[in-house]
């Protein structure tokens, strides 16, 4: 299959995005830029589940070349993966939590869960599954576990902003508070795991939509629809289950599989349909190389934090523009662009580091 080139640029698009949201340099920023309170979408609650939904599409692709086939290579290779990146993102943690000046085998105040953890987690149980499981079983069991989980929310005080959460609860039993991200409802937590499977599924089954041998514009065009319907679906849902990016819900789940569908769809069009891909190429330049930036990103967000220069430059910066939200996203941009210039040596010389 010859390879598609919106993966790249939405996968791009996503790290960017990343880099940009968890970097911020002030404390007030625009809206679209920062998590939902609570219930509810803004734009930054796009950026994760955008990047899992486009993960299950690659995993469809890779696995699809080995025939699906179980095999003691391709079960450790999995194993290798996830834990890899599981331990990328305990790295990065680690990394700043020596940064301010802390014991760096004192492991007591240690978070455990995480953004990259999750991806791992998400890959390596829905990469196992495909090895031994239809796809058409692994459809019915996203929709078993969503349905499930959004009842355990329901009955389960699961849309409570306090210690009172399940989410709260069984993080608390099996990690402790002091592992945890200090908010009643780590957004990261155990519990949410399930829908965030079930949402890597939805990719990797659209991954499957991206390869019939069909036309490739009808095969877009299907994707396109699913995303609509699964979009529709997830509004509908949100009447019982509203969206919540900190307890992944299940309307959540399906609006933005949706939307991602959609807009996947969309850049394929021009990209991979059209061949019209001079507006993507910064995007393409983080999407071949997208753990290793998002990474990158991470450790300078922490250096420059830690040793003052981001309240410098945005102190700076409120001198000339007092906007304290523009000065706020001008750091945070430039922080994206500044790893840019990483990003675009490597995609020049086809340079992938891969996990």
Known sequence: M??????????GMTIVCMIIVNNLA??????HLEHSEWNGITVC??????????????????????DFKPSSSSILKILRRAAVIILIGWAVRWFAYICMDRDIWDFSQFRITGVLPRIGLCYGIVALMALYISR???????????VVYGAILLMFNGYANDSSNIHAVIDEFLLTRAHLYRTPVDPEGILGTIPAV??????????????????LDARLLKLFVTGVLLALGGF?????????????????????????AILLATISYFTDVRHDSTAFGFFEAFGVNPLFLYV???????????????????EWTLTWLPDPKTASMLFSVALALVTGLFAYPLYRKRIYIKI
């Open 2 to 11: 010859k390879r598609l080139l919106s993966l790249d640029v939405i996968r």
């Open 26 to 31: 002030g404390p007030d920023n625009y809206l």
């Open 45 to 66: 609650d796009l950026v994760f589940p955008f990047f899992l939904f486009i993960m299950g599409i690659t995993t469809y692709i890779s696995l699809s070349r080995r």
């Open 136 to 146: 058409k079983t692994m459809v019915w069991i996203a929709a078993a576990l969503l």
């Open 198 to 215: 079930a949402h890597t599924i939805i990719g990797f089954c659209c991954g499957a939509m991206l390869i019939r041998k069909e036309p």
């Open 236 to 260: 509908l849902a949100s009447g019982i289950l509203a969206p919540n990016k900190a307890i992944w819900s299940s309307s959540y789940v399906l609006i933005t599989c949706g939307l991602a």
């Open 296 to 314: 990158l990103g991470s450790i300078f967000g922490v250096v420059l934090g830690i040793t003052g220069v981001t309240h410098t430059v945005y």
